[in-house]
């Protein structure tokens, strides 16, 4: 479960581990995977400690999921002097468990409790320290739970340090929005959080279930806590209950229980008294999976509508076409030909659409299937006017700006083979598409008969070089040049923004 919650400095962990045992290298190992679940059941800053001759060192630095973090900063790789805090040095050098509750420490500024365990190696000596630091609103709140929980949460945290669990590293994290129950090793619930007693309110569950043992509630508790004993190891399961969709975790706690009372020992009787109990740890996702499902459906109907307006552009395409080879004077050919190629430019990204799942696309290969269509439909077999991509790097866009893009694509080619060769049977147009970091660059050149020499895309505009003008200045927020090449041709360069804000993203 290591994440962006947590944070382990490498030098100081493996300068430390360099002196240790093979075992005692295992035993860390194992404190380690444990410190993220650590840090959420707690709701506090968990960390690893290294013991030095003069200071001892932040090796890890696990965050909750639960709460914000007391720190502004990550803390792995700070190290300490005993005069900075000399009972946690003392506490880290004797092997003794120690709590201090300080008004304020200088890496914060409110009421913290930090407390330390011991790690011991092979020979008993102290290897490395635990150590907890949680704010006063969850000191506060710890002090009213049940006192069997908080002891629960105490052994919990022995066991940490004693390496004993196994498979904490599989289970999600324990968020603000799950709940936690601990149960004893009588198979009772002896302690339910708000959160938890709700989920099970909405399954139904309107008693209190404290004391209740788990053959009593039939939501699958007793099946999981009997893995994870058997097991011993922590185990998550996602299950359908009642209509409710819940994640849980369970941690199995080993060890004589300290909860129980007089009564509740006689009834132990002849059981094996190593089951300390167990946390639970459950969260109600019914909503959320609800939510993916309806966007699942969602996403389909958006790709059905894509595939099926890809599919009408391309029967305007076909009717054009039919048009095109009825009619009579070569401007009306022309005419019905640029209009066709405008809507082949178009039916391309409805068809990435139609296959694609997110809200982004790739301008190259756009750009890669209107080349061949173009090359197609607008240079006739008796012209040898080749059209090639010759560098195009990855583009990654918003599909709305893709659309805009390889519109504006679309009318320079148009323009290109259209006024760059004229009369001109043979030729070339080369396309340069680079990812410039925080802005696109798509280069056009071909080796026709260049600009004219008194050319100006504002007093020379057509219905081509309006589009692209409106495009590029509105929707794309970018700029276009026009210049004729010293060796001949002429050259369009297009560069805009990667953030424009032309238009919103589907």
Partial sequence: ?????????????????????????????????ALPIAADVSRSDIFLFFPGDEQFCV??????????????????????????RPWMWQAVTKGVYDSHVL??????????????????GESGQVIAAVGA???????????????SFQRALAHFFWMLVRGDFRGCETLPPFTDRSGIIFIDGLWRYRYLSGIAANVYRRMG???DLRLRTLDEVAAGDHDLVRRAWEENRCIFSEDIIRDRVLQRSVIPLFGQPDHLSFWENLRWGGKSRDRYGALLLVNDITEEREMDQELKVKSAMIKEVHHRLKNNLQLLISVMRMQIRRAQSQEARQLLQEASNRLLSMSVIHEAL?????????????????????????????????????????????????????LVFNELLLNAVKHGFREQQAGEIRIYLHDKGDHVELIMEDT????????????????????????VQDDLKGTITFTTRSEGGARARLIFPKDALGGKEQ
């Fill in 133 to 147: 630091c949680t704010n006063a609103v969850e000191i506060t709140r710890h002090k009213r739970r049940a006192r």
């Fill in 205 to 207: 569950y309107l008693d």
């Fill in 354 to 406: 139609s296959y694609g799942e997110g809200e982004t696309l790739n301008l190259k290969d756009v750009i890669m299937q209107i080349v061949p269509q173009t090359q197609a439909s607008m240079v006739g077999p008796h012209r040898h006017i080749r059209i090639r991509v010759a560098e195009a790097d990855d583009v990654i866009l918003p599909t709305n700006k893709v659309t805009t893009c390889s």
């Fill in 1 to 33: 479960m290591e994440s962006q919650y947590f944070d382990l400095d490498e030098a100081i962990w493996k300068r430390s581990l360099d002196a240790l045992t093979e075992g005692e290298r295992e035993l860390l190992a194992r404190v380690r995977k």
């Fill in 448 to 471: 026709g008969q260049g600009l004219p020499a008194d050319f100006s895309p504002e007093e020379n505009a057509s219905i081509g070089l309006d589009i692209i003008r409106t495009l």
């Fill in 59 to 84: 090796a890890i630095h696990a965050r909750s999921h639960a709460m914000a973090t007391l720190y502004d900063t990550p803390q792995a790789g700070r190290c300490l002097t005993r005069e900075e």
């Fill in 103 to 120: 008004k304020e420490i200088p890496d914060v500024r409110t009421e913290v409790q930090q407390q330390m365990w011991p790690v011991l």
